[in-house]
């Protein structure tokens, strides 16, 4: 069964500080692969995507990620984080023809001034 | 455009009751997703509908049900309510298509005495 792995249940850093959040997910004919932001309270946002293409995928707020396949892995990146950037990250893949997300553990970022 | 609605945001029952949760996609989205999200679990699928068609399911057991009506809305109702069902239920909406992104509503919070 496909699974993911998110090593990190916290990542502390400080505020204008380049972040990076792990991602591994176990090999498959083909994923889909996703990186989705919760804040307190909130529902999931969409980060970035990426389904086929480019293995560096830009996403919103200044995040990017890069598919890397021969490691089976997804991590997301961001060169200078804001107090704002706290929250907690999941990482998602979609098995092809599932219709369904299946998530990592999630990290959650805390940003320090 | 509006985005996914989730009714109620927050329940509040005890065990061996039933509830019925309620999702409303974004307008001209055909597949709705429940996911179940705790401490300790984190994000699982339950499952998903397409025009009114169960396309794929999680590992529950048969207490928790769906059902999507023509209008792509969506229902899911737990039958003999446990402890363990204390949880945030999120429902997604997409346009269903293989890969396609799914846009998240805030989610109801089920809290069960």
């Known amino acids: 069964a496909q699974s993911v792995t998110q090593l990190d249940s916290q990542v502390p850093v400080f505020e204008e500080a380049p972040v990076e959040l792990r991602c591994n997910y176990s090999s498959s004919v083909s994923v889909y692969l996703f990186w989705y932001v919760q804040y307190p309270n909130q529902g999931l946002q969409l980060l970035l995507k990426?389904?086929?293409?480019?293995?560096l995928v830009k996403g919103i707020n200044g995040f990017e990620a890069e598919f890397n396949k021969s490691q089976t892995s997804f991590h997301l990146r961001k060169p200078s984080v804001h107090i704002s950037d706290t929250a907690e990250y999941f990482c998602?893949?979609?098995?092809?023809?599932?219709?369904?997300?299946?998530f990592g553990s999630g990290t959650r970022l805390l940003v320090r001034p | 455009k509006a985005g996914v609605t989730q009714t109620p945001r927050y329940l509040i029952k005890t065990r061996g009751q039933q509830v019925t949760l309620s999702c409303s996609p974004i307008?001209?989205?055909?597949?709705v997703s429940w996911y179940q999200q705790t401490p300790g679990q984190g994000l699982q699928f339950l499952f998903e509908y397409f025009s009114e068609t169960q396309r794929n399911k999680g590992n529950f057991p048969g207490r928790f049900s769906g059902r999507q009506f023509s209008n792509s809305r969506s229902e899911m109702n737990v039958s003999t309510l446990e402890l363990g069902d204390s949880a945030l239920y999120l429902c997604?909406?997409?346009?269903?298509?293989?890969?396609?992104?799914?846009?998240f509503g805030p989610g109801t919070r089920l809290t069960v005495l």
């Open positions: 307008s001209g989205h055909r597949s």
């Open positions: 998602a893949v979609t098995p092809g023809g599932s219709y369904k997300l299946i």
């Open positions: 997604a909406s997409s346009l269903g298509g293989d890969g396609d992104e799914q846009f």
């Open positions: 990426y389904l086929s293409g480019s293995t």
